[in-house]
Nanobody
């Protein structure tokens, strides 16, 4: 079981960049796949990005590909989401999650541990 805590969410302007962090505690952080999801008010949870256990492989959702970058620092039990060219549609609560599967996963059901979420608001 991995305990996850997100940080970095805040109010930004359209076109800005922002980096989210997710710190994990517990055993075997470097043996799990990690991902970011988001949920806007009134909408279903949406896959954002995922990364393999060693950082060698990444997958992105269609709406963020080319603007967001996922990375991880296993030495410090931390995963990041670098977000660029932010738009109003990116406003959501962002969640990090850990999967026992080591390859990047896009389905929420593949993840067993979730953080509490961090709010990102993009103002126009």
């Amino acid at each position: 079981q991995v305990h996850l805590v997100e940080s970095g969410g805040r109010v930004v302007h359209a076109g800005d960049s922002l980096r989210l962090a997710c710190v994990g505690s517990g055993v075997m952080f470097n043996r799990v796949g990690l991902g970011w999801f988001r949920q806007a008010p009134g909408k279903e949870r949406e896959f954002v990005a995922a990364i393999s256990y060693n950082g060698a492989s990444t997958v992105y959702g269609d709406s963020v590909r080319g603007r967001f970058t996922i990375s991880r620092d296993n030495a410090n039990n931390t995963m990041y989401l670098q977000m660029g060219s932010l738009q109003g549609e990116d406003t959501a609560v962002y969640y990090c999650a850990a999967s026992p599967l080591i390859t990047p996963r896009t389905r929420a059901t593949d993840y067993k541990s979730w953080g509490q979420g961090t709010q990102v608001t993009v103002s126009s």
